[in-house]
């Protein structure tokens, strides 16, 4: 099947701003880039960087006019809340303990926020901008991007709709090697902060990694977690925080699970994968070889269903861009929930009523669900790796 994505309910130009992202950063460019893809926002403000001169140049190879270069968040959250053309829309891509003073600044003057995850380091600050994002009106998109993907649209609907059964039993694992190697202390910035507790906040590997499943397996399966009990461990010498973490789940209903997270796992680059196992059948999906979703029904054939080839469910569908055996991957999926998120901020400003997959994006309801797992992870392992509800 080739079918390409409508665009037709999307008019105008939103304008956002970014905070984090500057030279040498490496999320903010996917951000940009990724939004860039379908062009229903521009870029029109930043601070990029903790570094003013980083956030000039940034600025200036990116065409931005130099009173829209701003040298702390705070001052670019107050002078463009006061803007005529204020931006529509703040992206918060700095490291983890800045999201919060961050998002705070732009959601208490009005300014809808996306922040990447994990939403804050404290389940307490992640639901105080939960709140304060629904006092004020104003959607959040927290940028668990992996659910962007049009395999994962597609999983979330056949579990929905019944065709692997009731579930119960969900195995997933993120491992990677990049820390395998004392990064932090070989010049990657990005190492040097996801291992500093100043930074990241209390966990690297769950934090970093472990986010990303839990928020997949709740968002393909609808099931919560009740309890968890985790080992975090810090493999790397010298490390304080974690850079392995295995994790046993219990979920509402019973499902049980098992987590893994790694950044010390030799030959893995960016192995993201879960199999979700029901009374009828289960699926199986690979970020790295993310067009296609495995299904296997109990007694029957085994099967790869292909994005862009095979029938998938039409919400799914529309997010297909191109014919299979071209890879959509990870600008794609970061594309897609933009898309999604912007085209909800249009039909809000528009005074248009939302329907609910106008709202199928990572919300920030579950960016305080992804901060409260990391903190029950580390509780349960501090207290020696014990059983604790969620
Ligand atoms: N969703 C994903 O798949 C994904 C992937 C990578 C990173 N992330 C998240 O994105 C965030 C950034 O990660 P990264 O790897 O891009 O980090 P990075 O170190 O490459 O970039 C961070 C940027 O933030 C800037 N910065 C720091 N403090 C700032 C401040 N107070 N004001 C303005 N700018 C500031 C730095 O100068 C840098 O430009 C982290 O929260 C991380 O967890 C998410």
Redesign the pocket.
């Known amino acids: 099947m080739i079918e390409g994505s409508s665009d037709a309910k999307y008019t105008g130009k939103l304008r956002y701003g970014m905070?984090?992202?500057?030279t040498?950063?490496?999320?903010?460019d996917v951000h940009r880039k990724s939004i860039a893809l379908d062009g229903f926002a521009e870029l029109a403000a930043g601070?990029?960087?903790?570094?003013p001169e980083?956030t000039l140049t940034t600025g200036k190879a990116l065409g931005l006019a130099p009173e829209r270069l701003y040298s702390?968040?705070e001052e670019m959250a107050e002078e463009e809340s006061r803007r005529p053309d204020k931006i529509d829309f703040v992206v918060i891509?700095?490291?983890?303990t800045?999201?919060y003073p961050a998002a705070k600044a732009f959601l208490s003057r009005g300014i809808p926020v996306v922040c990447?995850?994990?939403f804050t380091v404290e389940a307490t600050e992640a639901r105080e901008l939960a709140e304060l994002a629904k006092k004020n009106d104003l959607l959040v998109m927290v940028?668990?991007?992996y659910t962007g993907n049009v395999t994962i649209k597609q999983a979330r609907a056949l579990v929905k709709q019944g065709e692997i059964g009731e579930i119960k039993f969900i195995n997933a694992e993120y491992p990677q090697e990049w820390l395998l190697a004392p990064a932090e202390k070989q010049g990657s910035?990005?190492a040097e902060?996801r291992t500093d507790p100043a930074m990241a906040g209390k966990s690297n590997s769950v934090g970093?990694l472990g986010s990303?499943i839990e928020n997949m397996i709740s968002y393909v399966t609808g099931l919560r977690i009740e309890s968890l009990l985790a080992r975090l461990d810090k493999i790397g010498p010298g490390r304080i925080l974690d850079d392995n973490a295995s994790i046993l789940l219990e979920y509402e209903g019973g499902a049980k699970g098992m987590f893994w997270t790694s950044q010390i796992a030799a030959g893995y680059d960016n192995a993201f994968r879960f199999r979700i196992f029901g009374t009828k059948g289960a699926i199986q999906w690979n970020e790295e070889a993310s067009n296609y979703l495995e299904i296997f029904r109990f007694g029957q054939p085994n099967a790869a269903l292909s994005r862009g080839k095979d029938p998938f469910y039409p919400h799914a569908q529309s997010f297909s861009r191109i014919p299979s055996g071209h890879p959509e991957g990870y600008f794609e999926a970061m594309a897609n929930i933009y898309k999604t998120y912007i085209g909800a901020l249009s039909k809000k400003k528009s005074g248009e009523t939302l329907n609910p997959e106008d709202l199928d994006f990572p919300n920030a309801e579950m960016g305080v669900d992804g901060v409260k797992f990391i903190g029950k992870c580390v509780e349960s392992s501090e207290k020696g790796a014990v059983w604790v509800t969620i």
């Open positions: 905070v984090g992202g500057g040498g950063a490496f999320i903010g601070c990029f960087s903790r570094s980083n702390t968040f891509v700095t490291p983890n800045t999201h990447e995850k994990p940028t668990y991007v910035k990005q902060w970093d990303h």
